[in-house]
């Protein structure tokens, strides 16, 4: 079968490209721009990747090799509802599916139990934890991760496998394409109003998943913000164990917090002693774009949503004190708009804070675009006097260098993908300190 994916540079599609490649599927695949995901996929076989995304490029591939299945993600339809793709797909009777229903039916065809990893924040790490423990304790394991491993793929099939673990994205409604055997969720706080209008739409989506779900493992307050009741098939864990922090010894809470719910929930799986697993979580190495160290006293972050990112600071002063200088661009000037009343305390502590544009992508076009300059204006007056506007350019580059110099700890907040902070750190910093 010829798979072709649509958004292949993504961090949800492309660990799935490489899924369906190694599962047999013959796999090809476009995106509107080139980006690092495109690379580390041509260093994995597969190549036959066009950039424009364009009518007569698909018309092409199909003309060499009938496509089979046309596998899109959800910012294509986001930002363009009669895409040139999806028209050629259309027009030739092409099978058209978001990637949940493509991945479903993977699973299902392979026969594979889905360990599903959902929740606001956290999912990556939660997910990388999930599969760096299978890997420690021998099992042979599926799955896609949005995120790099040092320790695997991105996305990988293994044939002996009995479980495919998965990063259940919440965006689109993608979730609920699933049954999984077992579900974790990280943390819940609403998100994605563009999809989900209300809280009670949101929390309600959560619910459908946990019920489609044979068994969930999840916090206590999520359990309470969800109004669930007690039951057989939840496994309820309290955040304030004191056990989370005497036997765990990760920096940073929220990853503290995560690999206890992997181990938990391995531990149902597996009946492997949850000393052993915690002694391998202790040694888990990180995963990219997560306080991922570029160079010297400089890290790239993913984290977005509030709760996420005062994570990401917490475990920047956990290691750095009081010298913690924060370089945020925004993920989504929609996403802004809706966090905006956060921002006002969000970067309290911090010793110097660079805003710099907002990473754009499925944007509500009736939203004014928030500069800089908007958002500093947002934070508090003690963080606006620590705070200044910055663009990707040489004068940020030497602010950084300098703060890298002087032993404060950098946390550039990105969003990643072609032309964010996170690609341009790579080239500017990390390249020029090789």
Sequence with gaps: MHAYFSGIGGAGIGPLALVARQAGYTVSGSDKQHNSYIDYLAGHGI?????????????????????????????????????????????????????????????????????AVAGTHGKTTTTAMAIWLFKQLGLPVSYSVGGKLSFGDMGEYNPKSEYFIYEADEFDRNFLAFHPHLSLIAGIDYDHADIYPTINEYTAAFRQFINQSSHTVLWQDDVTRLRLKSANNLTILDK????IATELHLPGIVNRQDAWLVAQAVQTLTDTPLKELLAHLNRFPGIGRRFEQIAPHIYSEYAHTPPKIRGALQLAHEVAGDNVV?????????????????????????????????????????????????????????????????????????????????????????????????????????????
């Design 47 to 115: 190549q036959d990747v066009h950039i424009g995304q364009t009518y007569d490029q698909i018309a092409r591939v199909h003309a060499q090799q009938a496509i089979d299945w046309y596998v899109y993600s959800s910012a294509i339809t986001k930002e363009q509802s009669d895409a040139p793709e999806l028209r050629f797909c259309r027009e030739h009777n092409i099978k058209a599916t978001k990637r949940d229903e493509f991945l479903s039916n993977l699973i299902n065809q392979k026969q594979l139990k889905l360990l």
């Design 326 to 434: 924060v370089v945020y661009e925004g993920l989504h000037n929609t996403r802004q708009h809706f966090i905006k009343d956060e921002l006002y305390s969000l970067f309290e502590g911090v010793k110097k804070l660079y805003v710099v544009p907002s990473y754009l992508a499925r944007e509500d076009p009736n939203l004014p675009l928030l500069s800089p300059e908007d958002l500093i204006k947002l934070c508090s007056p003690e963080v606006q006097k620590r705070a200044e506007p910055a663009q990707l350019d040489d004068a940020l580059r030497e602010h950084i260098r300098a703060h890298a110099a002087a032993n404060d700890l950098v946390l550039c907040i990105s969003a990643g993908g072609g032309g964010s902070l996170d690609e341009w750190l790579r080239r500017d910093i990390e390249g020029a300190s090789a």
């Design 240 to 243: 304030r164990s004191p056990s």
